[in-house]
Nanobody
Framework: VQLQASGGGLVQPGGSLRLSCAAS????????VGWFRQAPGKRRELVSC?????SVKGRLTISRDNGKNTVSLRVDNLKPEDTAVYYC??????????????????WGQGTQVTVSS
């Protein structure tokens, strides 16, 4: 499966963004999908995940749009410390969310989120 992350941009503190992860060459229903972020000089960290049975991990709103073969992440009340490159990743047939980046075999290219006034 190939993943394409989109929806990033420049937003003011307190603003919101909706990030999308679109898949081709496979059906995202068959994958757990995680959203990670990586700020400069920091490790990549999981921010939210949805498993194949739609259990969710993380404090952000993540959802599937099966008709569009996408997974979306809504980020509200953004802060400057949320500035990072956001990546979506997929793990085949995972009924539980995994927290570590090395557990995901498929990655999108990342989308930059910058929170600044």
């Amino acid at each position: 499966v190939q993943l394409q992350a989109s929806g990033g941009g420049l937003v003011q503190p307190g603003g919101s963004l909706r990030l999308s992860c679109a898949a081709s060459g496979g059906t995202l229903d068959d994958y757990a999908v995680g959203w990670f972020r990586q700020a400069p000089g920091k490790r990549r960290e999981l921010v939210s995940c949805i498993s194949t049975n739609n259990s969710v991990k993380g404090r952000l709103t993540i959802s599937r749009d099966n008709g569009k073969n996408t997974v979306s992440l809504r980020v509200d009340n953004l802060k400057p410390e949320d500035t990072a490159v956001y990546y979506c990743a997929a793990r085949l047939r995972a009924a539980h969310c995994n927290s570590y980046s090395w557990e995901y075999g498929y990655w999108g290219q990342g989308t930059q989120v910058t929170v600044s006034s």
